[in-house]
């Protein structure tokens, strides 16, 4: 088992705004040891700051999770700063709103090479140190775009998706090798952080918004200090992505017809307001960022779904046995009410 919190040194990645600035907070408050990364110096100092305050022991490094040597410098400080890594938190992302015909392949580029080798190096670098210990956990914030995809956003679904599938394959390696070692995704849906305002665009001078409903970034935070305790393979955040999820599961078809219904997928993404022209995608923010974004009108808040079932497997499989099997009852009376029918037409066209 991990240890708690209090005796934690966890390396977060995407620290300076949004879920990873929730989650350093949440750490600080469960005195934790924290390595945070960011691009900005000035806003990962701010972040700093508040864990600080919060309880809990902070360092900075400046980090581009792009470019390797970088990651190999964040890791090297975290066991120089606190002698170990138990937690490894990679959170940085970067996208972009716009059709793949108007995307540059620069534009693709820089967005895999955030989203996904980011993430991958974050992996690379962490392992070897967990080795030596014997023991670590590493938590891919992914999406629930890693597991269905919307149009304008296609970079952005490819590396989630991309990123899912690197850490499947990841921790299949440590369980053959019968490692101590665990890999964790979180899948959130929808959250209101300024990611939006951050994302390049390209629609129409109108500025991107999350599909509704928007979770709190809090909850994305919660379900990130609880898998660093209580390793869990995948956690949903967001009751609305686990029945997109489910959808998709049950017939990719209907997951297109949605998006494709009114043009939703579209429409649902542009928002009303003005673009700005500025983003994050090449050179960070010029001045710290909060951790929640400005779409209070469709924030949901927390997510009860998630509380309840993803961080308790025993429940949601309890949940999930009682509806296939109320399910596979309602089949047997559909059937079985239609045999009779069947039987009493039978009868009558031999009378």
């Given amino acids: 088992m991990p240890r708690p919190l209090s005796e934690q040194t966890v390396v977060l990645t995407g620290a300076s705004s949004?879920?990873?600035r929730a989650t350093a907070i949440l750490l600080g408050q469960r005195r934790a040891n924290l390595v945070l990364a960011a691009r900005s110096g000035e806003a990962l100092r701010d972040v700093a700051r508040e864990v600080e305050t919060a309880g809990g022991r902070a360092a900075i490094v400046e980090t581009d999770v792009a470019e390797w040597p970088q990651v190999e410098r964040l890791a090297r400080t975290a066991v120089e700063t606190f002698g170990r890594i138990d937690t490894w938190v990679n959170d940085a992302a970067v996208s972009e709103y716009a059709t793949v015909e108007d995307s540059t392949t620069d534009e693709i580029d820089r967005i895999l090479q955030v989203n996904l080798h980011g993430a991958i190096y974050g992996m690379k670098?962490?392992?070897p140190v967990m080795k030596r210990q014997g023991e670590g956990t590493i938590i891919n914030v992914s999406s629930i775009l890693g597991k269905?995809?919307?149009?304008l956003q296609a970079a952005y679904c490819a590396s989630k998706h991309?990123?899912?599938g690197f850490a499947d394959a990841l921790r299949l390696e440590l369980k053959r090798d019968q490692s101590h070692i665990e890999v964790c995704t979180i899948l959130p849906s929808s959250i209101n952080t300024p990611f939006f305002n951050h994302a390049r665009a390209k629609l129409g001078g109108h500025k991107p918004q999350p599909i509704p409903p928007a979770y709190d970034p809090a909850a994305v935070a919660d379900a990130i200090a609880f898998v660093c305790e209580h390793p869990r393979r995948e956690v949903v955040v967001g009751g609305a992505g686990k029945?997109?999820?489910l959808a998709q599961r049950l017939n990719p078809a209907i997951i297109d017809w949605l998006m494709l219904l009114g043009d939703?997928?579209?429409k649902l993404q542009t928002s009303d307001r003005p673009d700005d022209g500025k983003d994050t995608l090449a050179v960070p923010a010029s001045s710290p960022q909060p951790a929640a974004g400005e779409w209070k009108n469709m924030d949901?808040?927390?997510s009860p779904y998630t509380r309840i079932f993803e961080l308790h497997p025993a429940v949601k499989t309890l949940a999930m046995g009682a509806a296939l099997a109320a399910g596979s009852g309602l089949l047997r009376w559909l059937t079985g009410g239609r045999r009779a029918d069947e039987a009493r037409t039978a009868v009558s066209s031999k009378r």
């Fill in 18 to 20: 949004g879920i990873g």
């Fill in 162 to 164: 991309g990123l899912i």
């Fill in 148 to 151: 269905l995809s919307v149009p």
């Fill in 125 to 127: 670098a962490a392992l």
């Fill in 264 to 266: 939703n997928g579209a």
């Fill in 243 to 245: 029945a997109f999820e």
């Fill in 300 to 302: 949901v808040g927390g």
